[in-house]
Structures are given as structure tokens and as C-alpha cells.
């Protein structure tokens, strides 16, 4: 069975730049998530997703991100314009039901 | 903020039991302790969860003391591939989400 796949693994942009970061998640998993982690710090969670309907968006910074899921399969986080502070690993993760979340291997963003 | 209180670091010697402890002092009766770690450059991954009683699987045994204020996850012959950041969450089985802290970061010495 393939894991939650995301692309791309690493990204290297210039502040100011927009960036975009994709998911797709374990087959069958309706509820989809959206981490950032900082260098030495556990993940965050930005935003969950049960199908195609954010149902917590509390921590994302609305301002500059933002994130879709159409379908309710595969999903887009999307930073513009990207800061300095935006330099993190962006992790997702699917689970089914409540069950367990499996994550992918994460995108490291480094803006510059 | 993560609710669970864990040791920065540990080492252990390779083939021998690796014991991490975690604190949970104010965990609720309806939350369940779920362990994950992450290996570098990797995503998170799942190891175990319990509520009251001890459980076992194939990766790892948690233990629950009977208070439910504190556990421990025993990886029983710890090899070089267990090194990982170990996270101990306090989680309310229906809600979904997942509150990590900063994990303790263990060690296996050759």
C-alpha cells in the first residue's frame, strides 16, 4: 500500500516569492492534515480537512496561506508571499476514521 | 501546548531495552496516550496507543501506571534504526487532533 505521498521534498525560494506544496493521501483516508515543523520543535497542526471541508483552520496563518482540497482526495498548501519565518518542514497526514495518522515525508521550505 | 512532559534525551546500548517516560499528570478519562516518533528527515510515525491497560505490538509495549498520570514505551532490543525523536501525546479519542510537544531524542549506541 503506498504511503501519503507530497511533493516537492525540498524547495528553495526567495522571500516574497509564492510557493506551493502538494499531498496526496493514503487511499480511502477521508480526513487530511497540514503540519509545520520548525527545526527542533514537534509539528503544528495548520489546518484538517474530513473530505473535501476544512474543519480546522484555527492555525493557519490566514493572511498569506492557503489550502484546498477538491474532491476531498489530494490537497494544495499555498504560501503568498513567503517570509523568512516560513523556513520549515510542511508535513501531511491521513488517517481513516479516527484511526491512526500516517504522514509523508514532509517538504523542507527554505526561503531566502 | 503539549500537556505531556517528556526527557529531552536518552541513550541506550544497542540489543538492550530502551524504557522513555512520559508524564501526563492532568490527562482525563476519556484520553488516550499515543506514542509516535520520527526518525530524521522523516515524517512522523505511529507506534502504539493505550487508555488504561498495557498494550503490545510488534514495534513496542506501553505502560500505563494505574493512576494514568504517567508511561512508559519499552522498545524491547533497541537497535541503530530505533534512534528517533519520540513524541507521548495526550489525545481525546473523536477528536482528531494531535498536540506535539518537543519529544525525547533517543539515542542507540553501537
Not at chain 1, 62 to 87: C, M, N
Not at chain 2, 79 to 99: H, M, P, Q, S, W
Amino acid at each position: 500500500e503506498a504511503g501519503v505521498v507530497q511533493s516537492p521534498r525540498y524547495k528553495i525560494i526567495e522571500k516574497k516569492q509564492p510557493v506551493a506544496f502538494w499531498c496526496n493521501p493514503i487511499s480511502g483516508h477521508n480526513t487530511l492534515y497540514w503540519y509545520r515543523q520548525n527545526l527542533g520543535q514537534g509539528p503544528e497542526l495548520l489546518i484538517r480537512y474530513e473530505n473535501e471541508e476544512a474543519v480546522d483552520d484555527s492555525q493557519l496563518p490566514k493572511d498569506r496561506f492557503s489550502a484546498e482540497r477538491l474532491k476531498g482526495v489530494d490537497s494544495t498548501l499555498k504560501i503568498q508571499p513567503a517570509e523568512l519565518g516560513d523556513s520549515a518542514v510542511y508535513l501531511c497526514a491521513s488517517s481513516s476514521q479516527g484511526h491512526e495518522q500516517y504522514f509523508g515525508p514532509g517538504t523542507r521550505l527554505t526561503v531566502t | 501546548d503539549a500537556k505531556t512532559t517528556q526527557p529531552t534525551s536518552m541513550d541506550c546500548a544497542e540489543g538492550r531495552a530502551a524504557n522513555l517516560p512520559c508524564n501526563h499528570s492532568t490527562i482525563s478519562g476519556n484520553e488516550y496516550v499515543y506514542w509516535y516518533r520520527q526518525i530524521h528527515s522523516q515524517g512522523p510515525q505511529y507506534i502504539i496507543h493505550g487508555l488504561k491497560n498495557n498494550e503490545t505490538n510488534e514495534m513496542a509495549s506501553l505502560i500505563i501506571t494505574e493512576d494514568r498520570k504517567s508511561s512508559t514505551l519499552i522498545l524491547p532490543h533497541a537497535t541503530l534504526r530505533d534512534t528517533a525523536v519520540y513524541y507521548c501525546i495526550e489525545r481525546n479519542f473523536g477528536n482528531e487532533k494531535l498536540t506535539f510537544g518537543t519529544g525525547t531524542r533517543l539515542t542507540i549506541i553501537p
